[in-house]
């Protein structure tokens, strides 16, 4: 009877043993998956918060249009201007680099199929948000030579700044990254 009692403890050590190893590690790819995708959110939420400071900005530019006030879009004061918007749009794409090289990391895990699906959509975000800063940046070029363009005294049109082709552009790209954003979320919220 003891050997019995000896042999079946020996055996569920031996089980509890393999599953221990078993189980070691076996849970470090989905640690690591989950580090890279915080660290890439944070860095993407930095480019979120920079594009606020963009809308602010361009909400100044809109503002000055508008009122035919165009002193704060020429000279001096346009260079002001357009270098906080050339400081985010470096901030922007330093934080998707970031948010890049976290989410590009996840694609050589094992076993975090869930997280590699999540990473996927955020890096194509990450793509249309560069086009989406590269449209911006054509954007306020254009506007800013247009108004530095007229003569004194005169009123942009309005109509001519609206056509302009890049903002169509900048409302189908964030359109775009919000699609693939609610997807990713979707994924993100069942990690």
């Known amino acids: 009877m003891r050997k019995i009692l000896v042999i079946a403890l020996a055996a569920a050590l031996a089980l509890s043993l393999v599953a221990f190893i078993a189980g070691c590690g076996g849970d470090k790819?989905?640690?690591?998956?989950?580090q890279h995708k915080t660290d890439g959110d944070a860095s993407w939420q930095l480019s979120k918060d920079e594009w606020k400071t963009i809308q602010d900005l361009q909400t100044q530019v809109t503002t000055a249009i508008m009122s035919g006030d165009l002193s704060s879009l020429q000279g001096t004061a346009a260079t002001t201007l357009i270098k906080k918007f050339e400081d985010s749009f470096d901030t922007i794409t330093t934080s998707d680099a970031a948010a890049k090289q976290q989410y590009t990391a996840i694609s050589s895990l094992s076993g975090v199929q869930d997280y590699k699906d999540?990473?996927?959509?955020?890096l194509q975000a990450i793509d249309l948000d560069g086009q989406r800063v590269m449209a911006y940046e054509n954007l306020i070029t254009s506007i800013t030579s247009y108004i530095q363009s007229l003569p004194a005294g005169t009123t942009p049109d309005l109509q001519q700044l609206a056509s302009n082709p890049d903002y169509a552009r900048l409302t189908e790209l964030d359109l775009e990254i919000e699609g693939i954003e609610k997807a990713a979320d979707s994924i993100g919220s069942k990690l």
């Open 118 to 122: 999540y990473a996927s959509q955020m």
């Open 29 to 34: 790819d989905k640690d690591t998956a989950k």
